[in-house]
């Protein structure tokens, strides 16, 4: 409940509290844009007597508050214990900028490890750098480890920004653990599997091929997924599904009416010849996907190896899908024993990965424009966020203090060096200039005449 005091504090402020917790949560449960939010409650005061004459939201003033929330859970004070994780990434829109985050919660917080949501989390370090490296990174973690004590483990993927820098904290911080993000690191055996076997690359060129030729044809429901340039051994399954449920429909003796049979065998017949292929790609993608869901759900404990191992027996494997497996386990034993008996550890970093996208995302980001102020709105999009929240961001985080903190770790932005070196054209002002249609045709008659004399 909100005090007699904020209450007070809030009473001259334009819009009601509540009023502003609705559109937040529309940009952050709803993913509706800062127009999309505006709009809304233009239609819904329009619709009732009883909001006539009520003052709606611009698209500007929500995208504030959203600023307002996420530099107040950002700044507030968090509580020091020993058992905090951090999860470390970072994202880049346009031109040599990164945006390095931590994002932390607390294990005793959780009853049982699951899968995190938003809410779990709690903004710790943000800032914006041109370069990030070891050194950017390990003081970015003692800086947060001033506000919340020593973290309990650090968790990212090995990325060669920030890896370094975490084992650097580590080495200082003995108490801290340091566990990569499995998903990161079964991607990279994957890619080690597949990247020099030639019927993989020949299956990948053949359907970006096929892809090419029938997406603007007919048999356009046919057309494989796109095939990512990043990240390309996360997201193989894809790909492998479409190729089953196309042989699938290849094998068809009765086919929709509107199918072309001898269209398809000349584009998609190739199929055939990977049948055996596709299944060891799927079975490797299926290993991949247990792991993963395994260590989302369950997190790492001293028996993630043992549990998994016995999984991975009951299904059929080949000589490559065992050696496939054997590294799984291998590296799952090696996190394993880093827990003590009790514990249960995170292995995932897949929730800060989703806040960088759900953050390009709003009020539909474009990547050209550079991190500005709304990479606040990170930060206001985990945690719980209810009336309380908007209370006290909404008196302790004023719009001068967000524009405080934009100067210090951001810098000028791209738009604003946009606006200074793209001036606005008006475009009649440039027509005005033009020599008149007449004019230029005196012009080219006495050039004519000149020319003929001449």
Known sequence: MISKKEE???????????????????????????????????????????FENRS??????????????????????????????????NSIQVGKQKCMLILGFRMSQLLQMRALTFEDMEPIEMAVYEEINGEIIENAISRASKKTGDPRLICSDEGPDIKPGVLRYIEKHPGTLYIPDTIHKISNFL?????????????????KETKQKIQLTELGYLVPPSQRSKSRFMNIDQLIRWAFQTLAFLKQKKKPSFAKQALIEEHLGWLRFFEEDIQHFAILSHLMQLTRE??????????????????????????????????ILDFLGDQSKKCKPWEVLLGSSEIIESLFGKLKDLGKLDSTKGFTSLILAGAACVGKTDIEIISAAINSSHIKDVE????????????????????PIVIREVFSKRNPLGVELVGLFERENQENIG
């Open 8 to 50: 007070k504090r809030c009473k001259g402020y334009r819009y009601p509290l509540l009023l502003i917790l609705v559109c937040v949560r529309l940009v952050i449960h709803a993913s509706s844009s800062f127009r999309g939010v505006s709009a809304s409650l233009q239609t819904i005061f329009g619709s009732y007597s009883y």
């Open 191 to 207: 890619k080690a599997e597949l990247s020099n076997d030639v019927r993989w690359n020949n299956f990948t060129t053949l359907a």
């Open 404 to 423: 405080g903190w934009v100067r210090e770790n951001i810098g000028q932005t791209i738009q604003s060096k946009r606006r200074i070196v793209l001036r």
């Open 294 to 327: 395994s260590v989302r759900q369950e997190g790492i404990h001293n028996k993630t190896e043992e549990t998994l191992e016995k999984v991975f027996m009951e299904i059929p494997l080949s000589v490559k899908e065992c050696q496939f497996v054997g590294n």
């Open 56 to 89: 709606i939201p611009t698209p500007k003033t929500v995208s504030r508050w959203l600023t307002q929330v996420g530099h107040y859970k950002l700044t507030r004070q968090k509580k020091r214990s020993g058992d905090w994780v951090y999860i470390i990434d």
